[in-house]
């Protein structure tokens, strides 16, 4: 979860539930037959709407330091691209009639936001969920 402080004093909280972690935490509500991508997207999306609405002073990540709002909204962004990347190699393999491994490598081809360090396992499982999503559908 994430804190957003204004320069009132008030606080809101933004919870950002990693799905993918958790996923016991939406088995028994209205969220129970959403992907873990989709409600990551759904998330980012509703994070940087409020973030350019209505910003906090300050926002901070459950990882790392305190952020500007506009630096939080780049990285909302940034991977908010990524997933729609994600799910669009993905689609235009199946449509194309690829197989599950050419999906598959085409989805890990996606270059992944920012500039950290590529994770070819994280990359690989990114691409089977959205897999998974898509063919499920």
Do not use: W
Request: hydrophobic share 40%; net charge negative.
């Amino acid at each position: 979860s994430a804190v957003g402080m204004r320069e009132e004093g008030m606080g809101r909280k933004i919870a950002i539930v990693g799905s993918a972690r958790i996923p016991f935490q939406r088995a028994y509500t209205g969220y129970a037959d959403e992907s873990n991508l989709t409600m990551l997207g759904t998330t980012l999306a509703g994070l940087a709407d409020l973030l350019r609405s209505d910003p906090p002073a300050v926002v901070i990540p459950g990882h790392g330091g305190p952020l500007e709002p506009e630096v939080a909204l780049e990285i909302a962004e940034q991977d908010l691209g990524y997933l729609h990347a994600l799910r669009d190699a993905v689609a235009q393999q199946l449509a194309a009639g690829a197989d599950r491994e050419s999906t598959l490598e085409a989805a890990i081809a996606v270059p992944t936001p920012r500039s950290a360090p590529v994770d070819l396992a994280e990359s690989r499982r990114n691409a089977e969920r959205q897999f998974e999503e898509l063919v499920v559908c």
